[in-house]
């Protein structure tokens, strides 16, 4: 499936500054729905194409490439390692986060426990969707005699 005239203005908004609400508003989207058409157009496999696509044209015009970020920040740490007055390397390391981030080289991961740092239990969540669906239908079975002895 082809991209729509105002999906491909996402995609180019996005690759601005990377952020899926403001380019959403940039391509002409509403406000008011700017936030959860950006967050929809981001999970669209032929977006994400695109928008890896274009990332990549990017890179490779600039040679700002996952192994000169890395290279980079290796240098600076091999150059820095022993002075401990410096501004300059904290500047130069923050300018090499930012790119990397922008690389998508550094991916903050978040992980869910159940209590106490445990796994999450299916079989816990299965047992506590039936107790509701248990509730829901004594609710409804209820709610029909209701209605019935009014006749």
Known sequence: MSLTAKQKCFVKEYLIDLNATQAAIRAGYSEKTAKSVGS???TK???QQAIQKEMDVRSKKTEITAEYVLNGIKGVIEKHSTD???NASNTVLKAFELLGKHLKLFTDKTEITGKDG???SIE???VRASRVAALIAQANSRKDEGESSEV
Do not use: K, L, R, V
């Open 84 to 86: 401990e007055t410096t």
């Open 40 to 42: 929809e157009n981001m």
């Open 124 to 126: 816990d969540a299965t």
């Open 118 to 120: 445990a796994p999450i």
């Open 45 to 47: 496999p032929d977006i």
